[in-house]
């Protein structure tokens, strides 16, 4: 149970950027929410859920550990895909306004 804190923790993870990444987003107003009932506790307890359900099920099934956690890892993929949408999306409406000529990186003086 111990060694499976760290699959738990990454699905805690990935629920919240996924809603860290909405919360950033709702405050632009070029942007809105797709599903404004989103939940996040409800989206938390969807991915720890499933982690829990395939890990149970791999030890029941005496599946090789290392299948099980990659398997376990796929709960968490939603998440971080909806918060690397969001991410993309908020650089792509803060690039517009962006002053990118006083950026010294690309614009040295």
Do not use: H
């Amino acid at each position: 149970m111990s060694s499976d804190l760290p699959l738990y923790f990454i699905g805690l993870l990935s629920a919240f950027s996924d809603v860290s990444t909405s919360w950033l987003c709702a405050q632009t107003p070029e942007l809105r929410e797709r599903n404004p009932l989103a939940n996040p506790f409800f989206e938390a307890a969807s991915v720890l859920t499933g982690q829990a359900a395939i890990l149970r099920l791999g030890k029941r099934l005496k599946v090789n550990p290392k299948i099980v956690t990659a398997i376990a890892l796929v709960p968490p993929i939603l998440p971080f895909a909806a918060a690397t949408n969001n991410v993309i999306l908020w650089a792509k409406v803060k690039a517009k306004y962006y002053p990118w000529t006083e950026f010294p990186l690309l614009y040295p003086e």
